[in-house]
């Protein structure tokens, strides 16, 4: 087997200069303004220097700079990326790392996460340095184009880029001439003078020509660099008359015609069959043509066309990669095909075949697609898809796919099975749903197809029906109904992909068990759930799939807050840490999906300074990536400023969840969790009539609870419990705060119908909201024996892990009945722990009792407090947060927080127009 060659190499090194070249001062002397630009684009028709002068430039820049020459192939955003960080590693090894870990976890928002990761590294540049992109014409995806006008406008101030192109890119060019950002070149700056001609014809070429003749060239080419070359070459040649006497519409065709016919024959007819290679090396050139040097190998021959300055140039310092010039290579190539037109498709077949053999599969797939062996196109696509989706490549997978006839796609299951994934992916999922049936369709009539041979006693060549293609159609459908929210779907889904699945699958072996936990999370089979994920974690940190393992672990660490477990959650959460620290790196945005559960872990204990700096942070990076993940995020944020008693900012936060979840067609088990949040902050806060209009509208008549087992029946069983909290819940605020008739003892069928329902499921968190919940409908109805049971059993089930907030965020009567067990003789462990919730519950009581400020607060949704009022002053004074902070002796996220509520609690959009507001309303005044 071949050793697998890396010609990626060559798209990251300049090609090397050449030692008899023409010194054009006057434009390296422009190019020194390359310092004192952001940009610099040099822009022109194929054949006028561009690449030569950049790599003549660079050699002499005095700086170091970083070379990519592009393809067609750059026209995906992700690839462009990957390519773009590694060019730059060569000058500082560490850049750009976490967002090349970004690029290779498959989320359709992890390109501009890793975008975002770029660019704050190039922030990091401290010594001056350049970019060169070489060939950028090739590029035609508004993705790339996107990314490039992104990093020009936030590139730091020592980093510069430099863009060759035969056409203008589609950047934002005109605003970056307005403010003097930008260096051009152009065909005319490109063209030779008179001067650069003469010294190229005579010092370089040794033609010794009139100054007559040198200047008739010159107006005959009009400085075309390419032109002159091949009339130099004639020239040398003994063919002066003709190339005196060429049209300049015609002149390159015509003088390369000349140029070719006076090679050997043996030399033309490997530079015809070269040809179709757009890089070469001499292995490959050996497999499509015999050497024209007798004896001598492919390689030999590359270094004598070199040298012989035959349009051949070198793309790295070892000489073993090679290409054509442009305009010479499409001049071969067209000869190429009107003298052997049947030999084109022959020579790309082979040469997809030596590059596929040596692992190139991209070039390779070109070659077959170049020489309508569609098959073997469609074969290379099935061999590299596996690779492509896991780097995130996409788009390239699905540009592939779509080049072939839709007819013989449709008959490869592997090949809608690509387009699925992508869609997935990218969360199509009619698309999704579309890909994979014709994938079910392909495979069931390659059956057909494999039995109708073995019954002929004919053997097929491949098994058709391979399991492991089922499995993975399978395995596709368990994760688009685990997002539709079609949970008993995906757990049937997975199980049978389970059983169908390759070991070498193992990828999705994980995937599905992260998949199947979540049903069994919704129908209330928490503990199960928290075993699959053990395992699943564990299966995936050993096999080496650490964003799988990301995902498990993110999931089970929550699944551990749900059954009460708040030190294996925190360990958990730490481990994740740990894990995206060293595949992807301290600042990549995947930290965010441990980070959110740290917060939750410790808003539990109480700690809410440090957990609203931890869901902050966390929610920010999760929005880069992946914004369902936020979701969780945003929920734990909005009870923990509900139970600092930041009311308009919790709504605010509610908000944010409810337009960041619309929109996404995948996003019921979002709608629910939006729902249950939303109205559960409007009985707390009071807004009874929002809540009783929920429970109308999900089919309850209030008056008469007739069946609950048809109550919010379209939801899993998990959410079903957090609605019948919330159906209590609301029931007790009727008739302790409304004093509605019969509403404590709804409240308490709602919690008996409940209980068998809460202890078969094991949820820890709806379990302690119906204890705490039937503490207080009890203490209500005058059943003191009964409220101090519940809060017994509370208090037992707790203890272990000491969580504060389930208490305090019930509010003042619960923490009356927990005072009233003061009296009791109760064990030691329950009486310090009792004590450590009354003491929380102290030092929180003042802040939730200030003395409202004493200016006009009419209209507002909710009174300012005393300190609010305060900061609204300094506000008004023109202070910044952090002067605030330093005036008054507070954290600065106190400060923040305390702003993020008068601005809700305002309307306002603004600091200048809470201001505003708060002078027209008198608030500001003495």
Not at 359 to 364: E, L, P, S, T, V
Not at 425 to 449: F, N, P, W
Not at 857 to 872: D, N, Y
């Amino acid at each position: 087997m071949p050793a697998k060659i890396e010609p990626l190499k060559t798209k990251i090194l300049p090609p090397q200069v050449r030692s008899h070249r023409v010194a054009r001062p006057r434009l390296l002397e422009r190019l020194a303004a390359v310092r004192d630009t952001p940009l610099t684009l040099v822009c022109a028709p194929a054949g006028y220097g561009k690449t030569t002068l950049l790599v003549e430039w660079a050699a002499s820049a005095g700086m170091p700079v970083a070379w990519m020459s592009l393809s067609q192939e750059d026209s995906d955003a992700a690839r462009f990326l990957n390519d773009f960080i590694l060019a730059l590693q060569r000058i500082q090894p560490e850049v750009g790392k976490s967002a090349q870990a970004a690029l290779n976890v498959p989320t359709p928002d992890m390109q501009q996460a890793a975008l975002h990761l770029l660019v704050n590294d190039l922030a990091d540049f401290d010594f001056p340095a350049a970019v060169v992109l070489d060939d950028y014409h090739w590029v035609d995806a508004p993705e790339v184009h996107a990314a490039l006008a992104h990093l020009v406008e936030h590139l730091p101030l020592p980093l510069h880029l430099l863009i060759a192109s035969r056409v203008e890119p589609p950047l934002p060019l005109a605003r970056l001439r307005a403010r003097a950002a930008i260096l051009e070149l152009r065909t005319a700056d490109l063209s030779f003078q008179p001067d650069e001609s003469e010294s190229f014809l005579n010092d370089v070429m040794a033609l010794g020509l009139s100054n007559d003749e040198c200047q008739r060239l010159v107006q005959q080419t009009e400085g075309w660099a390419a032109a002159l070359q091949l009339a130099a070459i004639s020239l040398q040649s003994g063919e002066r008359n003709h190339v005196f006497t060429a049209g300049q519409h015609y002149i390159f065709e015509y003088l390369a015609e000349e140029v070719l016919r006076c090679q050997p024959l043996a030399l033309q007819r490997f530079l015809l069959r070269t040809s179709i290679l757009d890089q070469l090396t001499g292995p490959l050139c050996e497999a499509l043509a015999e050497p024209f040097l007798p004896g001598q190998s492919g390689a030999d021959c590359l270094d004598t066309l070199e040298h012989a300055s035959l349009f051949t140039q070198a793309l790295d310092g070892e000489h073993r990669w090679y290409r054509y010039h442009a305009l010479f290579a499409d001049f071969l190539r067209l000869r190429l095909r009107s003298t052997e037109p049947e030999l084109v498709p022959q020579l790309h077949r082979l040469a997809a075949h030596w590059l596929a053999a040596h692992g190139d599969f991209a070039a390779a797939y070109q070659h077959a697609l170049a020489g309508a062996d569609l098959e073997l196109a469609a074969d290379l696509i099935e061999q590299s898809a596996e690779r492509l989706e896991l780097r995130g490549e996409l788009d390239t997978l699905a540009r592939w796919i779509d080049a072939l006839p839709e007819a013989l796609v449709r008959s490869r299951p592997r090949l809608n099975l690509g387009r699925a994934w992508g869609c997935l992916v990218h969360l199509d999922l009619h698309g999704t749903q579309r890909y994979l049936e014709r994938a079910e369709i392909a495979l069931e009539k390659a059956d057909q197809s494999a039995r109708l041979l073995i019954e002929s006693n004919i053997q097929p060549q491949t098994a058709a029906s391979d399991r492991s293609v089922l499995g993975e159609i399978l395995a596709a459908r368990a994760l688009l109904a685990g997002l539709q929210g079609k949970t008993e779907d995906a757990r049937c889904y997975g199980e049978k992909a389970l059983q169908n699945l390759s070991s070498d699958q193992h990828y999705l072996l994980g995937l599905l068990k992260f998949n199947m936990s979540l049903p069994l999370f919704l129908t209330g089979q928490m503990a199960q759930g928290v075993r699959v994920l053990e395992e699943a974690s564990f299966q995936s940190l050993q096999l080496e799939t650490p964003f799988i393992a990301l995902l498990c672990m993110r999931m089970l660490g929550e699944g551990y807050i749900h059954i009460g477990r708040l030190m294996q959650a925190e360990l958990t959460f730490r481990q994740l840490e740990a894990l995206v620290g060293r595949e992807w790196g301290q600042h990549s945005p995947l930290m965010g999906a441990a980070r959110l559960g740290l917060g939750e872990v410790y808003r539990q204990r109480n700690q809410l300074d440090l957990a609203e700096g931890y869901l902050t942070e966390a929610i920010a990076q999760c929005m880069l990536w992946m914004p369902a993940i936020a979701l969780d995020g945003f929920i734990w944020l909005a009870t923990l400023q509900q139970g600092r008693g930041d009311f308009a900012a919790a709504q605010a936060t509610v908000q944010r969840v409810r337009q960041s979840s619309q929109g996404r067609g995948y996003a019921l088990l979002d709608d629910w969790w939006v729902l249950i949040t939303t109205v559960r902050l409007n009985i707390l806060q009071g807004y009874l009539d929002d809540a009783m209009r929920w429970a109308r509208d999900c089919g309850l008549d209030l008056e008469n609870l007739g069946n609950l087992d048809e109550f919010f029946t379209q939801s899993p069983n998990y959410f079903r419990e957090l609605a019948c909290c919330l159906l209590a819940r609301l029931y007790l605020e009727l008739g302790r705060r409304e004093k509605v008739p019969g509403a404590l003892e709804k409240a308490q069928a709602v919690l008996a119908y409940l209980r068998p329902i809460n202890e078969q499921s094991g949820i820890f968190i709806t379990m302690m909201e119906r204890l705490l919940l039937g503490a207080q409908v009890d203490d209500a109805l005058g059943n003191v024996e009964a409220a101090q049971e519940s809060l017994h059993r509370a208090l037992d089930l707790t203890a272990p892990e000491r969580p504060i907030r389930i208490f305090l965020d019930e509010g003042e009567a619960l923490m009356t009945l927990l005072a009233a067990r003061r009296s009791l003789d109760l064990p030691p462990v329950e009486r310090a722990y009792l004590e450590e919730l009354l003491a929380a519950w102290e030092l929180e009581r003042p802040q939730k009792s200030q003395p409202r400020a004493a200016a006009p607060q009419a209209g507002l949704i909710e009174p300012l407090s005393f300190r609010e009022v305060e900061v609204l002053r300094l506000i008004a004074a023109g202070q910044s947060n952090q002067e605030i902070a330093s005036g008054l002796v507070l954290a600065l996220n106190t400060v923040k927080r305390h702003v993020s509520t008068i601005m809700g609690k305002l309307g306002a959009r603004n600091r200048t127009e809470a201001v505003r507001i708060a002078r027209q309303t008198g608030l500001l005044e003495s």
